[in-house]
């Protein structure tokens, strides 16, 4: 079946470091990838996406590149700060009608520390 | 810009109660979703629409029913409330298929 893989958090870094979060997907056929965020309290909302292979979706300072080859979208940024702490998830949609929906991951929650 | 609102925000319901978890969107949106988030867990979607008078079920379905009457509007309804219910509810819409989905704040559901 149709499915996404993300790391398990949490993750705990420092301000200014490195950031990648490792997302996988199983599906059949050519779906968009997307990554959307949870920040304490809200609802989701869409940080990137990606719609064909090799697209690179950014927003934010965060990248994500859509691999065909490997079927992953990993989530990068150079730099992260404090008020990047969230809950990040990583979710794909696949055809449209009565088909369409969004499959999403388990979710990996960031902690950024100052 | 309303976006997608959800009503209420936070619930509690004895076992066997019932109720309606509301949601509207004023985006022209055909498509709409519920989803529960239970921690650590993601999201698990509950049904979906993708028009008026045109509902399918998602992973989850059971001890769920929705309707969509009209383009707006796609209610969640709960006619015997159990703990395995006990969850976060979201609702959210996307104009089409493989395009970005807008979520609303969440609903808070106890069970007890």
């Known amino acids: 079946g149709n499915s996404v893989t993300q790391m398990e958090g949490p993750v705990t870094l420092s301000e200014e470091a490195f950031l990648t979060i490792n997302c996988t997907y199983t599906?059949?056929?050519?779906?968009?990838l997307f990554w959307y965020v949870q920040y304490p309290g809200e609802g989701l909302q869409l940080l990137l996406k990606?719609?064909?292979?090799?697209d690179k979706g950014s927003n934010k300072g965060f990248e994500a590149t859509y691999r065909k080859e490997t079927t992953s979208f990993h989530l990068e940024k150079g730099s992260v700060q404090v008020s990047d702490s969230a809950v990040y998830f990583c979710?794909?949609?696949?055809?449209?009608?009565?088909?369409?929906?969004?499959?999403f991951g388990t979710g990996t929650l960031l902690a950024v520390q100052p | 810009n309303a976006g997608v609102t959800q009503t209420p925000k936070f619930r509690i319901l004895k076992i066997g109660q019932s109720m309606t978890l509301q949601c509207t969107q004023d985006?022209?949106?055909?498509?709409m979703y519920w989803y529960r988030q239970d921690p650590g867990m993601g999201l698990k979607l509950i049904y979906y629409?993708?028009?008026?008078?045109?509902?399918d079920k998602g992973e989850v379905p059971n001890g769920y029913n929705v309707s969509r009457s009209t383009t707006e509007d796609f209610p969640l309804r709960l006619e015997l409330a159990a703990p395995s219910q006990t969850s976060v509810y979201f609702c959210?819409?996307?104009?089409?298929?493989?395009?970005?989905?807008?979520f609303g704040q969440g609903t808070r559901l106890t069970v007890v």
């Open positions: 985006m022209n949106h055909n498509y």
């Open positions: 629409s993708v028009g008026a008078g045109i509902t």
């Open positions: 990606a719609t064909k292979a090799d």
């Open positions: 599906a059949t056929g050519y779906p968009s």
């Open positions: 979710a794909l949609s696949l055809g449209g009608g009565a088909t369409n929906k969004l499959i």
């Open positions: 959210a819409s996307s104009y089409g298929a493989n395009t970005e989905a807008f």
